[in-house]
């Protein structure tokens, strides 16, 4: 039943009314002085009739100042005046006589007085009755209780622009109406927020055990970015009392990632934190801008098949990544800490202040919560506090000790001449050794410090990596002699080129943590990895060292790893061997695009050699991927560009051409721009997406985006059945909502010769 047909929807009209100016008021008590308040709440209230006494006019009054809000509150309620709300419950909790009636939204508000809800925050406690009960028998969970009840309905409202359009209840047999309704949109460019239409398997996500990390495995389109950053909303309004935005750090892939997320953050009320690439993190944590070979390159070198030894290549990418690589690391480290062990006693003149080995006792174990070089500093600083309170007992000492000599000589029998010759000596051994004791109070400390050696984080990877010998000694036992001459020759010619890759980095903040710590800003507790499945084991492991912290959330999809010959293979060993606390799910739904699409993409997944469960759409139909042929460039610009008219037509927004590689989507802008109207723009990883132009982008790039329209395309680059490939495709074929199609010489050209053909329209 929709809109005015609905027998309570002149009530929620009035209800909607009342709460939009009720939220007038507050906004207003909350920016004017109290007199013009009063005024402005009488004005605003008179001729209400409001039947529920606990939002009485009176009542509003007598709360005038109740009614301040802090800034940030009286932003959100301002943004959410004109839809305050986007469903509703009926609960009667268990032994309680009156059933409360819920108002969910982005915001709360309270009747100060009554403490009656007018709006729930969609993450409160009671409002998981919404995503995760059945009307019927529930209960829910807050602070640690449960309470039991019933919930009698579940109502869901459409308002736009303040003015309600419709109302939906859900039953036990209804569609998810509003779901659908919001799947067949058009998408914006943008990530957008899903409040109202979480689903319970989503939600379960979102609300897990704060206290703990969790790994998602979700197929393309289930929502895993999505729900990664409601889970930071839902954080946020739970730990409000303590939050400070630098509790919270978000790793996107790249700077386009980030900017593609940038304006559902604001929505859910998430501001001001952190949100950047490892690559970026890691050059924050060594304070160094530190040349890399472009993230990418070794990637396109794969695709393009143009490299020597591409498998011995992909070990060293996969050894760098690896726990063995860490335990090698670390044995390296132990040594290394020897090094910074003192040899000598510390003394002060000829006072032994400190003895070696207890000195070496607090740096190996009393401080081995500190990086290495810290212990150091926190050597030096007791040392120098120590000999701070040992100079007045140094000074007296040596005193004490001439002047009894002195006095001594004094009163000795010996003839006056050698008698003062004696006291004058003694007077100049004197003054010479508390010179000495005041010279070296003030230098010993710096002096026994400086013979212990000092060297930077470069100094001691490349000491690793490029010495054969050094790494020999920690690595012979566990690699083959062919892979330990390949490796110190392949991290040898980096080092001559005076630049590192992406792989180095897991390492270099390992040991930036290890040796010198990182600065404490950028010590954040609780971290989103998106895209997680293109990280490396010892990446996250480096990750959790140098934080401190397992509290992390990790999404990622192994079927989209791309870059799976440096990145994860197998979340089990990341819960077992890296967050052994973590709890592990899956989402196998995908909410962005149509059967018809899914079924011709799972048709690719199922070409992949590792075993993925096949991905379920949420029932929601389209036309079928379908695959132009065209026999030359031309022909395939002018095909592409009757295709993206016709879908202007249709009311499609955004459109995607998504060529294999970089080369070929240059080839296509080209193309495009010389043979074409069409408004356009290459997508290069640093950038923003143009709203309003047809977006040209490789593959890997297009990874994580979305799309109402994409279109792949073939100039002369196939995908082949490899594994890489046919991620890529994979990737590519998951990106559009509504509509797919292929253009090239053959349907080879995209492996659909492998797919069933009644899954596909061919145009020939
Ligand atoms: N419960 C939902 N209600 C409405 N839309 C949803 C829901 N869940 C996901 N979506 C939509 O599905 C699309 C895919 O979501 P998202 O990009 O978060 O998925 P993903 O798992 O990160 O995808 P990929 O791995 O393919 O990048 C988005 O448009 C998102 O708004």
Redesign the pocket.
Known sequence: MTNNEHPDFQEEVERLEFTKKYMNVVIKASESNEETFRENLKQSLEGMDIKDSSFSYMSMLTNANLLQRTGDELKRLKKFEKKPYFARINFLQEKVDKEEVLYLGKVSLFDKETQQPIIVDWRSPIANLYYDGRLGDVSYESEGDIYYGYLSLKRQFIIDEGELEEIRDIDLTTNDEL?QM??SES?SNR??E?VS???EE?NNIIRADLNKPIIVQ??????????ALHRISYFIYTFADNFTPDQLMILAPNRLFIDYISEVLPELGVENILQTTFVDYVMLCIGKKIKLTPPDEKLVHFINQDIKHPELVKWVSDFKGSLLFRDIVDRYLNDVLKTLLPTEDFFVSKFRLYSGKKLRQLIEYEYRYLPYYHRIDKIKRVLQNHVRTEKKRMVEKVTNFYDNKLEKALYSKAEPEKRRRYVSKALDKKAEALNDIKKEVRTAVTTYIKKLPKHDLFYYYKQLVTNKEVFMKYAHDVLKPSEIDFFIEYQNRLNEKKTYEIEDLASLLYLQGKLFGIEKHLRVKNIVVDEAQDYSYFQLYALKTVLETDMFTI?G?LA?GIHSYRGIKDWNIVQNEIFPRASYKT?QKS??TTVEIMNAANQILRLLPIDLPTVEPVVRHGKKPTFHKTSSEKETVKSIENEINQLYKEGIKTIALIGKTNEECKKLTQLLKKHSELPIQFLKENEEIHKDEVVIVSSHLS??L?FDAVLVCSLGASFLENEIDIKLLYVSM?RP?HRLSFFGKDRSNFLLDQVDSELLEIEE
């Open positions: 779901l919001s799947l998408a990530l957008t899903i239409t979480i689903q989503q979700g197929a393309a389109g289930s929502g895993k970015t999505t729900i999404v999809d989209q989402l909410y962005r990874k994580g979305e998951t909502l």
